[in-house]
């Protein structure tokens, strides 16, 4: 039969696996899962997505404006091809033809205007959109790099908590004093983890209240079970 001092060490050995397993389960629900970064990464794709809109769009109005630009070019050309190609010698019909010039005239030199704006409205948008295109870029890696690294280190942990899992059961397994381990766990279970605390000077090493000389003195003497006054665990010198 161990004594009561072994037990309390055993006991003691199995609370350093717990602290271990309780901080590996917190660092594993911690861990950043990438959600974040996700919802950024299509919040850039979004955005990407309206500035290609755009782009297409004042493209479009500027491929249109073109045509629009050669057609009535074309147009002018032929009316003046008529006039000096001399066949025409109807005075009337020479007046509306230079007439009929001139309005292709202003039309061409809207157009000219409204192509230029266009022209540069383009050249923006399609800055823009090669900036949103890059911010899409490295916000997608980003998320990528972040659910990589989320997956590895979870799976460090898991690994590291089906070790640490298989040592405690081995090491309850091995105390004698069962209901002395379920009393533990029961301390444990309500004082934050930790069921057992080894003095610490004069005070208790679990929560740090100094302990009277009596119970200093009868912990480190170990014939009988001693707890802290304060917070209920175990005593163990
Ligand atoms: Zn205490």
Partial sequence: MATLSETL?????IQQIDTRIQRAKRLQSTLDNGMEAAAQSAAARENAAAKRSIQ????????DNELKLDTVEAKRKSYQQKLYQGSITNVKELANIEKEIEA???QISDLD????ELMEQAEAAQAELTAADAEATTAEGHRTDTVAAFRARYEELG???TDLTRLREAAA?????KSLLKRYDDIRLKAGGVGIGRLDGNACGGCHMTLP?????????????????????????
């Fill in 9 to 13: 060490t055993a006991l003691y050995a």
């Fill in 56 to 63: 297409h769009h004042v493209s479009g109005d500027l491929k």
């Fill in 104 to 106: 292709l005239g202003r």
């Fill in 113 to 116: 205007e409204r192509i230029l």
């Fill in 159 to 161: 690994l590291e908590l």
């Fill in 173 to 177: 397994a091995g105390t004698e004093d």
């Fill in 213 to 237: 000389s009596t119970l200093i003195k009868a912990v480190k003497e170990s014939v009988q079970l001693q707890t802290c006054d304060n917070c209920g665990r175990l005593m163990l010198p």
